[in-house]
């Protein structure tokens, strides 16, 4: 059974930082690969960050946060983190840590195969 536990959310000022963790537990194949989503209000649950860790390292992110947000992963802790930098109103969301067998099945929130429960991050101006 895998198990992805988020921790680090909050409330920020604008412009301010926070780092977000994502413990995984209970994964068995070789193959994982894990990222960020998000969910504001009213709104459908966004790709933020994903992070291809078979070999290339290759990250993706949102164009709303590339430049301010930064994915990575400590393989050896089963540990993914997101450093959040310049914070703005607009990233206030519930943040999701998501996983996958396969790199594919993350680009969809419909697909992804795990969710962790949530860490709210609010930013006020």
């Known amino acids: 059974q895998v198990h992805l536990v988020e921790s680090g959310g909050g409330s920020v000022q604008a412009g301010g930082s926070l780092r977000l963790s994502c413990e995984a537990s209970?994964?068995?194949?070789?193959?994982?690969?894990m990222g960020w989503y998000r969910q504001a209000p009213g709104k459908e649950r966004e790709r933020v960050a994903l992070?291809?860790?078979?070999?290339?390292?290759?990250?993706y992110y949102h164009e709303s946060v590339e430049g301010r947000f930064t994915i990575s992963q400590d393989n050896a802790k089963m540990t993914l983190y997101l450093q959040m930098n310049s914070l703005k109103t607009e990233d206030t969301a519930m943040y999701y840590c998501?996983?996958?067998?396969?790199?594919?099945?993350?680009?969809?929130?419909?697909?992804?195969?795990?969710w962790g429960q949530g860490t709210q991050v609010t930013v006020s101006s």
């Open positions: 992070i291809y860790t078979g070999g290339s390292g290759t990250t």
């Open positions: 209970g994964y068995t194949s070789s193959r994982f690969y």
């Open positions: 998501a996983a996958a067998d396969e790199w594919w099945l993350l680009l969809v929130a419909s697909s992804v195969q795990y």
